[in-house]
């Protein structure tokens, strides 16, 4: 059966530099010595972190102190870390978009947060409401453990905040002296000139950590991603790091092929995945009857789609899984787990050609899942 995998959020697997992370790998290896004997301590591989902070420094035009750079087994380790830093006892609180990264719910909840939403809009979350939530909290005694931010390609909306409205994020969280975590880890995956400061480097007072990722411009198998945070806060977020460091073997070979390679391999990855991503808009506009809005996003690797309301979105689902397409669903992303009419396409794996035969299939699942109204009765 032909599949049609716009579910999860991966690279092309087209462009995974097999060939080229080989030959880096005979490169580096005979030249680490006795390292790979050795634990590599809590920041990780030192020539890898100098490269996260030059990554940093070409996109957002600062460097990130090396010092305060340490690696992690994909962004996902440093998500969970900041729960288990900065929440203290069962039911203390996280501030997030009401849609938000379902990975990040999924944890947050088993670290038994209780996790709050606030709306969002095309710019992302809204200032107006956060500063209302955090209000409310601070006077119920809930005052929270952080705000957990995804500002740039928003999963899943694909939402890229301005940087006013970034300015005014960090003013409310000063004024409400509550840290800010920032999910960066879509930040290279760029299709249009969008570029808007990292909230990293924007004035603020809290403190603002920092999180990146190699899963979205190399692949989510290799599993190294990095973090940033001003001491003594770094010391102390990694006090609950307890597997040893990240692998020397894995940073010292992927810094052995990006160190002369990344941004040739950026800018091929994004070539390729925008013209999928143009495909699936082209694609998903033949049916409007079915996909009633969907976002544009710059950059990213989803497309946050709206169905009709009257949309059976179990059945759906089910059509859909018996068809061979995989999406992930509204309700996987929603703080609340309500079951909102709306789906999300991921555009970076799947082929141009699964697009084109998969988007008019699920278009009709959506079609032929419509509740059908009561009808009154005549008299
Ligand atoms: C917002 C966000 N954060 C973190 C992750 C986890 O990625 P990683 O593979 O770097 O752990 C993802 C993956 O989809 C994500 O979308």
């Known amino acids: 059966m032909e599949t049609y995998p716009f579910g999860s959020g991966r690279p092309d697997p087209s462009s995974f530099p097999n060939r080229e992370l080989a030959e880096a790998a005979m490169r580096i290896l005979p030249e680490l010595g006795d390292e790979l004997a050795r634990y590599p301590g809590s920041l990780g591989y030192e020539p890898m972190r100098k490269l996260v902070s030059e990554r940093f420094e070409k996109r957002e035009g600062v460097r990130l102190p090396v010092q305060e750079v340490a690696l992690t087994t994909g962004s996902m380790q440093a998500v969970t870390l900041m729960a288990q830093t900065f929440l203290e006892r069962p039911g203390d609180v996280v501030v997030m978009e009401e849609f938000s990264y379902s990975g990040t719910l999924g944890a947050y909840r088993k670290e038994g947060a209780e996790l709050v939403g606030i709306p969002l809009d095309e710019d992302g979350m809204r200032m107006d409401a956060l500063s209302d939530t955090l209000k409310d909290l601070t006077d119920r005694g809930k005052k929270p453990g952080f705000i957990y931010a995804l500002v740039t390609f928003q999963n899943p909306t694909g939402s890229i905040m301005p940087v006013e409205r970034r300015r005014e994020l960090l003013q409310i969280a000063d004024r409400f002296e509550v840290p800010v975590v920032e999910d960066h880890c879509y930040a290279d995956t760029v299709y249009e000139d969008c570029q808007v400061p990292a909230l990293y480097t924007l004035e603020h007072e809290v403190p603002v950590v920092h999180i990146e990722s190699f899963s979205k411009i190399l692949g989510p198998g290799v599993r190294l991603g990095a973090f940033t945070a001003p001491q003594p806060l770094l010391g ?125 299939k699920l278009a009709a699942c959506v079609l032929e899942t419509q509740k059908v109204e009561a009808q009154g009765v005549a008299d």
Request: a negative charge; proline letters at 5%.
């Open 236 to 360: 102390e977020i990694l006090s609950y790091r307890r597997d040893g460091g990240p692998s020397t073997l894995t940073a010292a070979i992927v810094y052995e092929y990006f160190r002369e390679q990344m941004w040739n391999h950026v800018d091929e990855i994004n070539t390729i995945v925008k013209e999928k991503r143009d495909l699936m808009f082209e694609m998903l506009s033949q049916f409007p009857d079915a996909f009633e809005w969907f976002s544009r996003p710059k950059g990213g690797l989803f497309i946050w789609v709206k169905l009709p309301d009257t949309t059976d979105v179990v059945a759906c689902e089910q059509r859909a899984e018996a068809l061979g397409i995989d999406y992930a669903t509204g309700k996987a992303f929603h703080v609340y787990r309500e079951d909102v009419p709306y789906l999300r396409l991921a555009f970076g794996y799947t082929k141009l050609d699964e697009i084109r035969k998969g988007i008019p």
